[in-house]
């Protein structure tokens, strides 16, 4: 191989190697197990934040718990369903960001999963209205893509719902971005079949 050609390989691999890591760096986070039903098609819109909040007249800090916390907001949940807070982008649904709530039902799984938390920030996890899993800074607390989760409060069939608030220095301020995911779980045709068999077991005991 010509010495002009080997420069060229080597200085596209370098540039392959160089976007790869952008991409990483750039990564953000979902939710994959239980697995959500999304609503917009590509991989790019289901990584994008719902909302930019330094975009939206906030004075953003590093630390957005204290934040929330001064306003009277109990949770992270009561300030990322609070309507009067903030926009999120017109692809998206307030509720659920970029996922379907009414999508199909997962069966429940052993544990929860993502992506993995790329950046600071808090995030919760709720069973309908129980909170199950919380942390103050997600990217320290919860490191790894597997996290140990029980899933008692969800009785035979539920809604999954995750929130983070993503945090990034960029631009010389700090930028708040929202994540919201919902996931249905208990899938009816499994539901109705376990209804029937104690339905049966209790016919035998009569």
């Known amino acids: 191989m010509a010495p002009s ?31 959500p039903t999304f609503t917009v098609p590509t991989k790019d819109e289901r990584w994008s934040p719902l909302a930019f909040l330094e975009n939206q007249g906030y004075k953003t800090t590093a630390d957005f718990n204290a934040y929330y916390k001064s306003k009277g907001y109990k949770s992270l949940r009561a300030f990322m369903d609070d309507k009067k807070a903030y926009k999120v982008n017109s692809n998206a649904d307030f509720e659920c960001g970029y996922t379907n709530k009414n999508g199909a039902r997962q069966p429940i799984p052993a544990n929860f999963r993502t992506t993995g938390y790329t950046h600071d920030g808090p995030c919760e996890v709720w ?72 339905s049966a077991n209790n016919a035998t005991r009569v």
């Open 5 to 35: 050609a080997i420069k060229s390989v080597a200085l596209a691999a370098i540039v392959s190697a160089a976007a790869l890591c952008d991409s990483v760096a750039d990564a953000h986070q979902l939710v994959i197990l239980p697995n």
């Open 127 to 198: 069973l309908d209205n129980t909170k199950v899993l919380s942390g103050s800074n997600c990217h320290k607390d919860f490191p790894g893509k597997t996290h140990a989760m029980s899933y008692a409060a969800c009785k035979g069939s539920c809604t999954l719902r995750w929130y983070w608030m993503g945090i990034r220095f960029l631009k010389g301020k700090h930028s708040w971005q929202v994540y919201k995911e919902c996931v249905p779980l208990g899938r009816k045709r499994l539901l109705e079949e376990e209804s029937e068999f104690e």
